[in-house]
């Protein structure tokens, strides 16, 4: 079993910056490919970015491509989304997963095994 527990969200006017953690436990954290996905109101849950196990591939949603940097820092078993130039759309509630899977990360939700409990992003305009 993997412990996610996902921190750093809050409420943040348009274009300002948030930077979301995700803290692991249990399992060896370097073994499992990490993942961000969010879901707002009245929406599906949606891939945002993904790190393989070692930090060397990413993997961005289109919409977030050039704004958000996802990042892990394997000694201290956690995981980042560093979120600049927010929008109003960025709004959602924000969960980090882990993958047991090797290679590219995965953008399908189906293929994560563990989930934490998620973090509110609030953007105003």
């Known amino acids: 079993q993997v412990q996610l527990v996902e921190s750093g969200g809050g409420l943040v006017q348009a274009g300002g910056s948030l930077r979301l953690s995700c803290a692991a436990s249990?399992?060896?954290?370097?073994?499992?490919?990490m993942g961000w996905f969010r879901q707002a109101p009245g929406k599906e849950r949606e891939f945002v970015a993904g790190?393989?196990?070692?930090?060397?591939?990413?993997r961005y949603a289109d919409s977030v491509k050039d704004r958000f940097t996802i990042s892990r820092d394997n000694a201290k078993n956690t995981v980042y989304l560093q979120m600049n130039s927010l929008k109003p759309e960025d709004t959602a509630v924000y969960y980090c997963?882990?993958?047991?899977?090797?290679?590219?990360?995965?953008?399908?939700?189906?293929?994560?095994?563990?989930w934490g409990q998620g973090t509110q992003v609030t953007v105003s305009s």
């Open positions: 997963a882990a993958d047991s899977h090797y290679g590219t990360p995965s953008i399908k939700e189906n293929e994560y095994d563990y």
């Open positions: 790190l393989s196990r070692g930090g060397g591939i990413t």
């Open positions: 249990g399992r060896t954290f370097s073994n499992y490919a």
